[in-house]
């Protein structure tokens, strides 16, 4: 997975340089943010000068699906203040897909820690040298904002495979989507998250009384 965030570092740090921003904003970005899809919209608030409602606004609306990650992240395995504030810091996607798989159950907060850490670290240095080599990449070049795309596509390949329920969390998803487009078109995404936690909850309750029963 750290190697995964090196080619999708790279990206983000072409981007800041071919967005006219220097090249140390990639290593401030991905150092004091860590936000993975926020920071690429971030490069775009930054460079329209967008006010600062506005950013705080969008941080929180591509944000908040972390607060229903610490739902299952297991925090409770890392010691110390220090080390719960830091991997609180680092719960990304990434390091949430493989922190709650199957395998990794028995992994204790030391392992959890160090994965953080070191995502993160590949996460910085990917975008660091992206930025300083970023002049050196033409223009014509595209396709570097479909990276993130394709992570997250391979995160959820993953998850589907390692999970086997009735109805999958893709398929939620897309219907919490075309319900929230359809009957709440300009609150799609807060509608659609209301949604799709209804629907995991739902399922969730049904697969617990089902369990009951059996």
């Excluded at 950013?55 to 080390?83: C, D, E, K, M, Q």
């Excluded at 993160?120 to 014509?140: E, M, N």
């Amino acid at each position: 997975m750290g190697l995964g965030l090196v080619p999708l570092g790279l990206a983000f740090g072409v981007l800041i340089t071919q967005s006219g921003l220097a090249w140390w904003w990639a290593s401030a970005f991905t150092a004091l943010i860590y936000a993975g899809s926020f920071e690429f919209l971030l490069v775009g608030l930054v460079a329209a000068v967008a006010p600062l409602g506005t950013v705080a606004l969008t941080a929180f609306l591509v944000n908040i699906r972390h607060v229903f990650y610490t739902l299952s992240f297991p925090l409770h395995r890392v010691s110390g203040r220090l080390a719960k504030a830091y991997s609180t810091f680092a719960l990304t996607d990434e390091a949430y897909a493989l922190t709650t798989s199957e395998q990794a159950r028995s992994w204790p907060g030391r392992r959890i820690l160090w994965l953080q850490l070191y995502m993160h670290l590949y996460w910085v240095g990917g975008a660091t040298a992206g930025g300083l080599l970023g002049s050196l990449i033409p223009d014509s070049v595209t396709g570097l904002e479909f990276a993130l795309t394709a992570l997250f596509t391979v995160l959820a390949l993953d998850a589907i495979r390692d999970r086997r329920d009735d109805l999958p969390t893709p398929v939620l998803a897309l219907l919490s989507a075309l319900v929230a487009r359809l009957l709440f078109p300009g609150q799609m995404m807060l509608a659609a998250f209301v949604l799709f936690t209804a629907a995991l909850l739902t399922r969730h309750l049904t697969a617990r009384t089902r369990t009951r029963h059996a």
